[in-house]
């Protein structure tokens, strides 16, 4: 018979939101089992963020030696050599695996099972020859590339962000199918490096984001040579003469035909449930993952659900935020309650796109009256002075002057997203942001003008200006 292991918690899935999880409960002392089928540290070290953001900083070298001449400077094109690009990332991997490995978490006392984790009752899991009994579970097995159902595309050789990384030899002409966070961040990152690069969006390039902050960033794209088909749809993929031929057909012209060296799919996520067994455990989910409470509780009391496969933004620090409430549920036996309206996101972009709550949109849809507020980069001597204006901070304001939601795109705009969700996320007004002093010169600077904009109309009010006229008198 097959060992039974009874630990306090069992973790299926090593990604970002498994090994939080695993690393604070054993922290505290607790048992854990931990079972990963796959790679150390899942999609997010390996295939996602640092891969891809180890890409986008070498493209971004290259555009700086590209613009250094309006600084006086010149250094000829640059000569990229992409072999050694990916030389860069595989290190940068490299340099964080050892804080996900299964020594390390060895080394906490957590017990890692390499293996296939699947449900056989709605208390059990068997990975690795053993069966695994645990007071409770936490599913925290992520999401893979989609791939659409495009005529052809079984037959045509194509990548994902999990392939894509191990290129040697740099793309002639990159075709990508999706205009995403994923699929606009590798288009630029390749056109900087050398490729001619086409994207080809079935709707509106960066839909989720607002299209005030996304029309700064799509432009920049543009400019760096980034061929972007908005409202088209690829009908067929097939190979052709030792690359590949897309078939599309724009919502204002007639069908025809892209031609490229290199296929990329990046048009969405799929929740990794197969092969869990959660029909044996009693755990109800749909093509979206596991179905959860608000407390990441799933129809099974005894299992939670965790990072993308709980359905919900698929982001790493969406899946450590989860980590974190599961644990205080756990180990503490606290109440717990997801609020995503108040998490950040940012696309990596160069300009970079930042957003924290409530868009406009979204407010206007929810029937909230707010206040808009912006400033622009060109405002900020920081950025002038580093020749990077464009650019833009959009705060939106409830009643009493509550800071709902931001957003910002410009350079460094995910640095200034952290100042952006302190403030939304501890439910702040625009005088938390007008009254904190910011160091002069920096960037940040352009939250707290966006926020002393909020007082202009105030100097203006005759009964104000009246009370400062009065106290005048007094010396």
Request: proline fraction near 5%; hydrophobic fraction near 45%.
């Amino acid at each position: 018979m097959a060992e039974i292991l009874t630990p306090d918690i069992c973790v299926i899935g090593a990604g970002s939101g498994g090994l939080t999880t695993a690393a604070a409960a054993a922290a505290f002392g607790v048992p854990v089992v931990l079972v990963e089928r796959g790679k150390m540290g899942g999609d997010c070290l390996n295939y996602g963020c640092v891969p891809s953001k180890a890409l986008i900083a070498a493209g971004k070298h290259a555009s700086v030696i590209r613009e250094a001449p309006a600084f006086g400077i010149s250094a000829g094109d640059p000569v990229v050599d992409f072999s050694a690009v990916k030389d860069h990332v595989a290190a940068v991997i490299a340099a964080i695996a050892p804080n996900d490995s299964v020594e390390r978490f060895e080394s906490l006392s957590v017990t890692v099972i390499r293996a296939d984790a699947t449900f056989v009752d709605p208390r059990t899991v068997s990975a690795g020859g053993q069966l695994i009994r645990p007071r409770r579970f936490v599913i925290a097995t992520g999401s893979s590339a989609l791939v659409p159902p495009i005529d052809g595309i079984a037959e045509t050789p194509y990548l994902t962000n999990e392939t894509i990384f191990a290129l040697r030899e740099r793309p002639d002409h990159l075709l990508i199918v999706g205009a995403g966070p994923i699929g606009m961040e590798m288009a630029q990152a390749h056109r900087r490096l050398g490729s001619q690069v086409t994207v080809v969006e079935g709707s509106k390039a960066l839909g989720r984001d607002d299209p005030e902050l996304t029309a700064i960033a799509i432009a920049a794209l543009r400019r760096d040579g980034v061929t972007l088909l908005e409202d088209t749809k690829v009908v067929r993929a097939e190979r052709h003469e030792g690359g590949v031929r897309l078939t599309i057909d724009p919502a204002d012209g007639e069908p025809r035909t892209l031609e490229g060296s290199h296929l990329l799919l990046a048009v969405g996520r799929s929740a990794n449930v197969d092969g869990l067994g959660l029909e044996a455990a009693g755990i109800e989910h749909d093509p979206r993952g596991i179905k959860v409470g608000a407390d990441l509780r799933t129809s099974n009391c005894r299992a939670y659900a965790i990072g993308d496969i709980a359905g919900g933004p698929q982001f790493t620090h969406v899946a450590n935020y989860h980590a974190g409430l599961v644990i205080r549920a756990l180990l503490f036996r606290l109440p717990v309650r997801t609020d995503h309206d108040r998490l950040p996101h940012v696309t990596f972009t160069d300009p970079e796109i930042g957003q924290v709550g409530l868009t406009e949109a979204e407010a206007t849809a929810r029937g909230i009256k707010v206040e808009i507020l912006r400033w622009p980069y060109a405002e900020n001597d920081r950025a002038q002075t580093e020749r990077r204006t464009e650019g833009l901070l959009k705060l939106v304001i409830g009643r009493r002057g509550k800071i709902l939601g931001a957003g910002v795109v410009g350079v460094q705009a995910g640095e200034i997203t952290n100042l952006l969700s302190v403030a939304v996320g501890r439910g702040l007004t625009v005088a938390a942001l007008r009254d904190f002093v910011s160091p002069y010169p920096t960037l940040s600077e352009i939250g707290k003008r966006a926020a002393t904009a909020y007082y202009q109309p105030y100097t203006r009010r005759p009964l104000v200006r009246r009370a400062v006229a009065f106290l005048r008198r007094f010396g």
